[in-house]
């Protein structure tokens, strides 16, 4: 999985100097704020005002900086294009290139499935670089898209190595990139059969987002049913039905507060997560828990997804 580039706003969203582009960056920085919130009315009208001022806005003196803030904004608000055009502008102004900026526009030629094009733009941020595990971690993903899965394990292996000399050092900062490239390991070594070896990094990994969930659960929990369907599935795939059962109904648990308020968001990850329990139940010729799934079958249902988790 590669992040998206510009879902969560930081400080560093603010080094836009560029003075129209100043005053865009506060107001796509508060459509972050509403969204957290969950002000769908708020966040509606200010993208809009947003997409307004881009489309005025002067480009005069633009710094690389403020193509990359301009590029980030236009991606947080799906124009991908727009997104493709301004990362471009920002990487011919960086003299030697910029690694932060090529692995932002790898994201987004990910995001649209332009996965060659992704792969050699994160090779050439792995230049400037070298041995960086966010850089490693999508390259292993896309090339794992592109069906190329013995090349896509190396670098996966090498970014859990990497994130766990991180997470060592700095565990606050570190632990779930580390929980996300072990999530990531499990599935590139089960892609290749070796089912048998993926089960420890994905053990680790719901070890890992357990922990984190526990702290900040509205953070981490969809995190950890992931991690918990992933799991599920590689212990069915290795006829340990038994085993796999309970993980499979604890991801669906852990994954429905989350569905259940904002359903749109999290269908995705609930249809395939509600499909592995289903097929748990199925194995082992028990009914699935009603009391549980009932809820969100009927959500499913509303949404015009019911069929296809094999309800």
């Not at 997470?167 to 996300?180: N, Q, S, V």
């Not at 795939?237 to 604890?250: H, M, N, S, Y």
Request: glycine residues 6%; negative net charge.
């Amino acid at each position: 999985m590669v992040e998206n580039v510009a879902i969560s706003a930081s400080g560093e969203y603010a080094e836009a100097r560029h003075p129209q582009l100043t005053l865009i960056t506060s107001e796509w920085m508060s459509t972050q704020e509403a969204a957290a919130r969950r002000e769908p009315g708020r966040l509606d009208k200010k993208l809009r005002a947003i997409m307004k001022f881009l489309d005025v806005a002067t480009k005069e003196g633009m710094t690389a900086e403020d193509w990359r803030m301009e590029a980030r904004i236009w991606a947080s608000l799906g124009e991908m294009d727009k997104a493709l055009q301004y990362y471009s502008k920002a990487i011919e102004q960086y003299k030697g290139g910029d690694a932060s900026s090529l692995k932002e526009q790898g994201d987004v030629f990910y995001s649209l499935r332009r996965y060659e094009e992704a792969v050699g733009v994160y090779h050439r941020a792995l230049k400037l670089l070298p041995g960086d595990p966010a850089l490693l971690n999508n390259l292993g993903s896309v090339l794992s898209d592109l069906g190329r899965r013995e090349e896509a394990l190396a670098p996966a292996q090498e970014a859990v190595a990497l994130y766990r000399e991180l997470a060592a050092r700095r565990p606050e900062a570190f632990r779930p990139d580390l929980a996300g490239s072990l999530n990531n390991l499990a599935n590139r070594l089960s892609e290749l059969g070796r089912r048998e070896e993926a089960l420890a990094p994905a053990q680790e990994a719901v070890a890992l987002r357990r922990e984190l969930a526990a702290r900040q659960p509205e953070a981490f929990r969809p995190d950890l049913a992931g991690s918990l369907n992933n799991l599920a599935a590689f212990l069915s795939a290795l006829g340990r039905r038994e085993e796999a059962l309970a993980p499979a109904q604890e991801a669906v648990a852990t994954l429905a507060p989350h569905f259940l308020a904002l359903p749109p968001a999290f269908a995705p990850q609930m249809r395939a997560t509600v499909g592995t329990y289903l097929g748990a139940c199925r194995a082992l010729g028990r009914e699935p828990h009603a009391a549980l799934l009932g809820p969100v079958l009927e959500v499913l249902e509303a949404l015009g997804t019911k069929d296809s988790v094999g309800a």
